[in-house]
C-alpha cells in the first residue's frame, strides 16, 4: 500500500501519521459520484423545459411544480437518509439512492402525464437528497482532519461536474435533434433521452459503492469495533487505528444510548442547541441567495432576455465550467484559510453580483412581453451572473456542505445532518417553485433584489452563528 506522511492532528487526538492515500483517493471517488448524480439530476430539467410545458400543457405554476417536484423528494430523502443512516450505515442508504437514480431517470423520461412525471422527479429527489447528506458525512469519517476540508469539497466539484455534464448533454442532444422539442431516436423527443441518459452515471454509481468500506465511525457506535479497525487500518496503519478506534469510543461513550433527535436539544434549557441552528441556517441560507434558479431555469432565463436557445444552454455550460475552477480554487484554500472566512467572502461578492443582475434587469424593456436588454447591459449581467456563480462556488457551494458534514458531534450527526438537510431541500423547493411567479409578478429586478438581500444578510449570520472547524478532528467536536 502506498502510504503518505501527512502530519499530526490538532487537539491531541490519534496522530495520523502515514495515511494510505491511495485507499483514500478511490473512497473519496467512489462517494463523491453521488455528488454527481446530484448535480446531474439537478440540472437534467435545464433545458427539458420547452418539452414539458408543450407535452403536458404546462402554466408558470405548473413549470415551477414539475421543476420543483424533485426538490420535495430531496427534502424527505436527506431528512430520511440522516437517520437511516444511522441505523443501516452510510454505504447501505447510499446505494438505495443509486438504485432510486435508475428508476426515476425511466420514469421521468417516459412519463405521459404531468401526475407521472412528478411522481418520477420526487423519486429521483430522495435520491438526490440521501446523496447530499451522506456523501460528504461519509467522506468526513474517512478521511484525515488535516486534509478533510479538501478532500469533502470535491464533493461540491462533483455535483457542478454532473450539472455542467447534464447541460453538455442536453444541448448534444438538442442540438442532434434540431431542438429539445424535435424528434430524436426512436422517433421519441430529444426532451425524454435527456432524462434517459442519466441511467449511465447511475448504474455506475451503484455498482461502484460495492468497492468500499462502510464508515468506521457507523461501525463503532453499532458495536462493530473489529470491522471499525479494519477500515481504519487499511487508512492509518494498525497503531492509529487502535488509538482512533477509543477515541471514537470515547465520544459515544457518555451518552449511553443510540443517536436520537432528543439528542438535538441542549440538556440544560430543552431548546434546539444553537450549532443545529447554525447548521439550519447555514443550509437555508445556501440556498435563498437562489443559486439553483441558474442551475433550473439559466436556459429560460437567458432567453427571455434576447439569447437563442442554443447560446443559452452554451452560457450554461460556461457557468458549469467556472463553478468547477472556482471550486478547485477552494480545495487548495479551505484547509489553509478555514471556511468561515470564504463564507464571508462569498456572501459579501454574491451580495454585489446579484445586486448588479437587478440593477441590468431594471433597465431592460419589454418587446412583445419578453424583457429585453441592450447589448452592453446584456454584457454586465452575463458578466455579474458568472461572477456570482463564482463566489458561490467559491465558498457557500463547497463550504456548507464540508461543514454540515463535520461540525457535528458523533452522537447527533445523523440527527443533526436530517434536520439541516431538510430544511436546505425545502427552502431550496420554495426559491425554485416561486421563481416563475415572482419573475412574471414581480418582476426580475426584485426578484434578483430578494437573492441579494439574501446574500447581504448571511455575511452577518456567518458572523454571529458560525465556528470555525478547521484542522479539529470529528471528536473534538464534542467539546
Known amino acids: 500500500m502506498a502510504m503518505v506522511d501527512i502530519g499530526t492532528a490538532q ?47 404546462l402554466s408558470a405554476l405548473g413549470t ?6 424533485i426538490l420535495l423528494g430531496c427534502a424527505v430523502g436527506a431528512f430520511v437518509a440522516g437517520r437511516l443512516a444511522d441505523v443501516w450505515g452510510r454505504r447501505s442508504v447510499m446505494m438505495i439512492g443509486a438504485a432510486l437514480f435508475v428508476v426515476s431517470a425511466l420514469g421521468a423520461g ?97 455498482v461502484a459503492l460495492f468497492m468500499i468500506p462502510e464508515s ?55 431548546r434546539l442547541r444553537k450549532l443545529v441552528w447554525a447548521g439550519i441556517g447555514i443550509a437555508v441560507f445556501q440556498q435563498l441567495v437562489g443559486i439553483n434558479i441558474v442551475f433550473y431555469y439559466g436556459a429560460v432565463l437567458w432567453q427571455s432576455v434576447g439569447f437563442s436557445e442554443s447560446d443559452a444552454l452554451l452560457i450554461n455550460i460556461l457557468s458549469g465550467t467556472l463553478s ?3 471550486c478547485l480554487v477552494t480545495v487548495l484554500l479551505i484547509d489553509k484559510l478555514g471556511r468561515k472566512p470564504l463564507l464571508l467572502v462569498g456572501s459579501a461578492g454574491m451580495a454585489v453580483t446579484l445586486g448588479t443582475m437587478a440593477v441590468c434587469f431594471a433597465t431592460g424593456s419589454f418587446t412583445e412581453g419578453h424583457l429585453v436588454l441592450s447589448d452592453s447591459v446584456g454584457t454586465v449581467a452575463l458578466i455579474a451572473a458568472n461572477g456570482y456563480v463564482v463566489f458561490f462556488n ?52 426584485l426578484t434578483y433584489g430578494f437573492y441579494a438581500m439574501s446574500a447581504f444578510l448571511s455575511f452577518f449570520f456567518v458572523r454571529a452563528m458560525v465556528t470555525e472547524t478547521r484542522g479539529r478532528t470529528l471528536e473534538e467536536m464534542a467539546a
Open 324 to 326: 468547477i475552477l472556482a
Open 394 to 445: 467559491l465558498s457557500w457551494g463547497p463550504v456548507m456542505w464540508v461543514m454540515l458534514g463535520e461540525m457535528f458531534p458523533n452522537q447527533i450527526r445523523g440527527s443533526a445532518l436530517a434536520v439541516s438537510g431538510f430544511a436546505q431541500w425545502i427552502a431550496n423547493f420554495a426559491i425554485s417553485v416561486s421563481f416563475p411567479p415572482m419573475a412574471a409578478g414581480l418582476g426580475l429586478p
Open 110 to 206: 417516459a412519463a405521459t402525464s404531468s401526475l407521472l412525471f412528478i411522481i418520477a422527479r420526487f423519486i429521483g429527489g430522495i435520491g438526490v437528497g440521501a446523496a447530499s447528506v451522506l456523501a460528504p458525512v461519509y467522506i468526513s469519517e474517512v478521511t484525515p482532519a488535516s486534509i478533510r476540508g479538501r478532500l469533502s469539497s470535491l464533493q461540491q466539484i462533483m455535483i457542478i461536474t454532473g450539472l455542467t455534464g447534464a447541460f453538455v448533454a442536453n444541448w448534444a442532444l438538442a442540438k442532434h435533434a434540431g431542438s429539445s422539442t424535435d424528434p430524436l431516436w426512436l422517433g421519441l423527443p430529444a426532451w425524454r433521452w435527456m432524462f434517459w441518459m442519466q441511467v449511465i452515471p447511475a448504474v455506475i454509481y451503484l
Open 64 to 69: 415551477g411544480l414539475n421543476v420543483g417536484a
Open 216 to 270: 468506521p465511525r457507523f461501525l463503532v457506535a453499532r458495536g462493530r469495533e473489529s470491522e471499525a479497525q479494519a477500515v481504519l487500518t487499511r487508512i492509518f496503519g494498525p497503531a492509529t487505528a487502535a488509538t482512533m478506534v477509543a477515541d471514537i469510543r470515547a465520544s459515544l461513550a457518555g451518552d449511553h444510548h443510540r443517536p436520537r433527535f432528543a439528542d438535538l436539544k441542549d440538556p440544560k434549557t430543552g
Open 11 to 57: 487537539g491531541g487526538f490519534a496522530p495520523e501519521g502515514k495515511v494510505n492515500m491511495a485507499f483514500v483517493a478511490m473512497i473519496v471517488a467512489v462517494a463523491t459520484i453521488g455528488g454527481f448524480m446530484f448535480g446531474y439530476d439537478s440540472g437534467v430539467i435545464n433545458g427539458t423545459q420547452d418539452g414539458l410545458e408543450s407535452a403536458f400543457d
